[in-house]
């Protein structure tokens, strides 16, 4: 019965040396990216289109004084002045120029008039801000991590009749996927009994 107590015993020594050196080799072999890796950030990118019908109502009332020249092309007298001499009073004539501005959250519209009676120039311009992109970042999900470790523990418990179990034990953690665990039941010390374990992370 010695013998093989003995052998026993020699067998648990064996074993806990193992778990102890391999836990030391996996702490020297983890590197930072694993234990910290970067977390994972979704982003969606969307184009959206609006399209609604809006009235613009050119100002008539507002009006800028402006000096049209009398004679020439239709094209040169859209060359007008704001201000002239008074040897040029005889070259010009007043005219009206009329500018207004409509703007949304899809178009900017401008208009221009230029008139001394009748009307010698006229523009119409936009500038479109449709389709308008929209970046919306879904989630940042920083992924779990889990170490290796060499953990220490003890158990201290019994029934009503009597207490009969106080142990000391070492678990190794292997990034939370496994473990394999030795106790040693310290209650009786004539009667030791020793216990090895190993278990699996359902979720």
């Given at each position: 019965m010695?013998?093989?107590?003995?052998?026993?015993?020699?067998?648990?020594?064996?074993?806990i040396t193992?778990?102890?050196?391999?836990s030391?080799l996996?702490?020297?072999?983890?590197?930072?990216?694993?234990?910290?890796?970067?977390?994972t950030?979704?982003?969606?990118?969307?184009t959206?289109?609006q399209?609604?019908?809006d009235?613009l109502?050119?100002e008539t009332t507002?009006f800028?004084?402006?000096?049209?020249?009398?004679?020439?092309?239709?094209?040169?007298?859209k060359n007008?002045?704001?201000?002239?001499?008074?040897?040029?009073?005889k070259?010009?004539t007043?005219?009206?120029l009329?500018?207004?501005?409509?703007?949304t959250?899809?178009?900017d519209?401008?208009t221009y008039?230029?008139?001394?009676?009748t009307?010698?120039?006229?523009k119409?311009?936009?500038?479109?801000?449709v389709?308008?992109?929209v970046?919306?970042?879904k989630?940042?999900?920083?992924?779990?991590?889990y170490?290796?470790?060499?953990?220490?523990?003890?158990e201290?418990?019994?029934n009503?009749?009597?207490f009969?179990?106080l142990?000391l034990?070492?678990?190794y953690?292997h990034?939370?996927?496994?473990?394999?665990?030795?106790r040693?039941n310290l209650?009786?010390i004539?009667t030791?009994?020793?216990?090895?374990?190993?278990?699996?992370r359902?979720?």
């Amino acid at each position: 019965m010695k013998k093989i107590q003995l052998s026993t015993d020699r067998i648990l020594l064996v074993l806990i040396t193992v778990l102890v050196w391999y836990s030391t080799l996996m702490k020297a072999c983890e590197s930072d990216t694993e234990i910290q890796p970067q977390p994972t950030v979704t982003v969606v990118k969307d184009t959206i289109w609006q399209t609604k019908i809006d009235t613009l109502r050119i100002e008539t009332t507002k009006f800028q004084q402006v000096y049209i020249p009398i004679t020439g092309t239709q094209t040169q007298r859209k060359n007008f002045k704001e201000k002239i001499s008074v040897e040029e009073t005889k070259q010009f004539t007043e005219g009206k120029l009329y500018k207004d501005t409509l703007q949304t959250d899809d178009i900017d519209i401008y208009t221009y008039n230029l008139v001394d009676g009748t009307l010698i120039d006229s523009k119409f311009s936009y500038q479109l801000k449709v389709p308008r992109e929209v970046t919306i970042t879904k989630t940042i999900e920083h992924p779990k991590t889990y170490k290796s470790g060499l953990y220490i523990f003890s158990e201290i418990g019994g029934n009503k009749q009597q207490f009969d179990n106080l142990s000391l034990g070492l678990q190794y953690q292997h990034k939370g996927k496994w473990f394999a665990s030795y106790r040693i039941n310290l209650n009786q010390i004539n009667t030791t009994t020793h216990n090895v374990g190993v278990g699996v992370r359902l979720w």
